[in-house]
């Protein structure tokens, strides 16, 4: 065991040492060199070291996989009725919508935005039906020969209608209208240049 003065010297020493160590493991430093100085070398108490922080572990979070469905969507079928009572032949007064169609689609080669047009110019300028729906559409489609309509035919009347080509007016199926842009269209675009039958391809 030292005696006092040789105690009093090395712990000069050993000061000087723990200065050189972090604030934070300075009492562990000086606790470990006296303990070697007087020959006792147990390592410092637990109570005394800083208990290691657990690292955070951050679990990547597993993707959710979306799970197919083995059932497909049916798509619903639309479904119309043919308008029986619709009389297109024009009694003899009017002209009739084929022979209407003959004039501004001699070839048979109307896109279905620009037949959509026609049908409804037709039923409201010249048969002057007060509420065309989507029924005397489909109907038209019936009247023509080898014309059937799209299958999303439902479609077809709301692109007719919207922004792109706005000739029909069909924010209420139950009175879709021809607005001046369709009327315009029907009576001096019709039939179509080759140049712009293809743009409504």
């Known amino acids: 065991m030292p005696n006092y003065d040789e105690l009093k010297s090395e712990l000069v020493e050993i000061a ?14 000086y606790e470990l060199l006296v303990n070697e100085f007087i020959g006792n070398t147990s390592f410092p108490s637990e109570s005394n070291t800083p208990k290691k ?12 996989t979306k799970r197919k469905s083995r059932r497909k969507r049916k798509h619903r079928k639309e479904s119309f009725n043919l308008m029986k009572d619709l009389n297109l032949s024009g009694d003899g007064k009017k002209i ?25 110019y037709y039923l409201k300028k010249i ?24 299958k999303a035919f439902l479609q077809s009347i709301r692109d007719t209608s919207s922004k792109r080509y706005g ?34 391809k």
Do not use: W
Not at 16 to 28: G, L, N
Not at 96 to 120: G, H, T, W, Y
Not at 128 to 149: F, G, L, M, Q, W
């Open 96 to 120: 009739s919508f084929r022979d209407f169609c003959k004039e501004k689609d001699p070839e048979s080669k109307l896109s279905n935005i620009q037949f959509n047009a026609l049908a409804v």
């Open 167 to 200: 000739y029909i007016d069909a924010s209420n199926l139950d009175d879709i209208k021809i607005p001046h842009i369709g009327i315009i269209f029907v009576e001096h675009e019709l039939p179509p240049k080759k140049d712009e039958a293809k743009k409504h």
């Open 127 to 150: 048969m002057e039906v007060p509420n065309v729906t989507s029924d005397h559409i489909y109907t038209c489609y019936a009247n023509i020969r080898k014309r059937t309509p799209p």
């Open 53 to 64: 922080k657990k690292e955070h572990q951050t679990k990547t979070p597993k993707k959710k």
């Open 16 to 29: 000087k040492i723990v200065a050189k160590f972090p604030e934070s493991v300075k009492p562990q430093v």
